[in-house]
């Protein structure tokens, strides 16, 4: 038995259903910081967000305040927001450029992009101290661990563990799609992102991500007005409608067709959804793209990756990724009830620039948090927070399909689009961590 905190971890997680205090319990949340979220790895930015010497950028690791920043020699680094003097915030701001060193504001120590001691005024006065220049107390903390995949920045505040690839796995092909749809081999941010403050659990988002459900339910009436205008638009122009109408009348798709795509569950509970958008419609612009990815990589190449058949990749427990159309949500929970997701959208390196509008285009139509499709996530995220609140009833039904999926070698492959695989293997993975060092 696992017991944390006054609570039974094993008695939390059933194979087809979780006990409400999962999201509810601020008991429960402070024990995810602890093991889950401090002890795996969790995404960071991506290294194009720091092109120069002396770039930064502050986030959160679970209650952790980070800085990445990148230094004289190129490299980028992972460290903890703290001066080691007396403890104030290094980098009080979101981001910007230190120049040679960080400066505290405070005392006016100084340090490197690195962490290492810079200067120190009046530095005499710790002669004969217990402390030097030279040790671990006098620099600013590094992340236990850091590690880049295709330029994607991860930390883990834990020393032990797998190495970010490993860890990583299936999930790998979240930023290997990405980059590869680049002529160039690589992507790079664009320098900002939307910001939401989401009033509900961080688990409740990452669940709806890959729930093949709920799209013609929740989005019925945004995929039902896109779907007549395309009529129209038809109608009067004798014209296919631009493809940004498709994105928002894929979500009148039948359940049939949900049902028909399939999820791949991988360990420490990443998992991907089959594509289901048409994505590669025989306009001009596409036709340009593909002629400048075949030139790039060869036809065969070019066909291949162009062919990767995944519309979402899930990173538990920190990303929602869409490669095929460069965005990215990263999870920073602030609390059992409020969590920040942050996102980003990224730039193919070598594309038309059309390309770019054309995924530009979701990330506002979809994404952002101004559409309808947002909207209407962010009252059921909220509503469900609201309902596991109440008294209404211990548990929470992930029996869909329990017991059918298959399972081979720890890599679970749905039977239907709309089993609820996605969740139970995320929650595998939570009470995994959840028990460790019980």
């Given at each position: 038995m696992n017991t944390n905190g006054g609570f039974d971890v094993d008695r939390l997680v059933e194979p087809d259903r979780v006990h409400r205090a999962c999201y509810t319990d601020e008991a429960v949340f402070d024990l995810e910081m602890e093991r889950l979220f401090?002890?795996?790895?969790?995404?960071?930015?991506?290294?194009?967000?720091?092109?120069?010497?002396?770039?930064?950028?502050?986030?959160?690791?679970?209650?952790?305040?980070?800085?990445?920043?990148?230094?004289?020699?190129?490299?980028?680094h992972v460290l903890y927001n703290r001066c080691p003097h007396r403890g104030a915030l290094l980098c009080p701001e979101q981001h910007g450029n230190a120049g040679k060193a960080f400066r505290c504001?405070?005392?006016?120590?100084?340090?490197?992009?690195?962490?290492?001691?810079?200067?120190?005024?009046?530095?005499?006065?710790y002669d004969n101290t217990r402390l030097s220049m030279d040790s671990p107390d006098a620099r600013v903390k590094p992340a236990e661990r850091s590690g880049s995949y295709r330029g994607?920045?991860?930390?883990?505040?834990?020393?032990?563990?797998?190495?970010?690839?490993?860890?990583?796995?299936?999930?790998?092909?979240?930023?290997?799609?990405?980059c590869d749809r680049a002529p160039d081999g690589e992507v790079e941010v664009v320098p900002n992102c939307f910001r939401v403050v989401q009033k509900s659990n961080w688990k409740i988002f990452l669940e709806n991500q890959l729930d093949a459900l709920h799209p013609s339910i929740t989005h019925e009436s945004t995929g039902v007005a896109a779907s007549a205008v395309e009529r129209d638009y038809e109608d009067r122009t004798g014209e296919k409608p631009p493809m940004s109408y498709g994105m928002l009348s894929a979500f009148s798709l039948p359940f049939e067709k949900w049902d028909s795509l399939e999820t791949v569950g991988f360990p420490?509970?990443?998992c991907i959804l089959q594509g289901y958008m048409g994505l590669r419609p025989r306009d001009p612009d596409t036709l340009e793209y593909?002629?400048?990815?075949?030139k790039a990589y060869g036809k065969e190449r070019a066909q291949e990756i162009l062919g990767v058949n995944i519309h979402h990749v899930l990173v538990y427990p920190c990303l929602s990724v869409q490669s095929p159309l460069q965005q990215l949500r990263a999870v920073r929970p602030l609390g059992?009830?409020?969590?920040?997701?942050?996102?980003w959208h990224f730039r193919l390196k070598g594309a038309p620039e059309a390309i770019y509008r054309r995924a530009l285009a979701y990330y506002y139509h979809v994404n952002s948090p101004s559409t309808m499709v947002n909207a209407d996530d962010l009252h059921n995220f909220w509503s469900c927070h609201q309902g596991l609140q109440l008294d209404g009833g211990e548990w929470v039904s992930f029996h869909?399909?329990?017991?059918?999926?298959?399972?081979?070698?720890?890599?679970?492959t749905s039977v239907t689009g709309m089993s609820e695989a996605?969740?139970?293997?995320?929650f595998r993975a939570w009470k995994e961590y959840m028990a460790a060092g019980a």
């Open positions: 401090h002890k795996s790895w969790i995404y960071v930015g991506h290294e194009s967000q720091v092109p120069n010497p002396g770039d930064f950028w502050t986030t959160m690791i679970g209650k952790q305040r980070m800085i990445m920043s990148r230094g004289d020699d190129g490299r980028v504001s405070y005392h006016a120590w100084q340090f490197y992009m690195d962490g290492s001691v810079r200067q120190i005024p009046v530095r005499d006065g994607f920045v991860f930390a883990s505040l834990s020393a032990d563990g797998p190495d970010l690839e490993t860890w990583l796995g299936g999930a790998r092909v979240a930023f290997d799609d990405m420490h509970g990443h593909e002629a400048v990815m075949e059992a009830d409020r969590t920040l997701t942050e996102i869909r399909n329990a017991g059918q999926d298959t399972e081979t070698d720890g890599v679970i996605p969740m139970r293997n995320q």
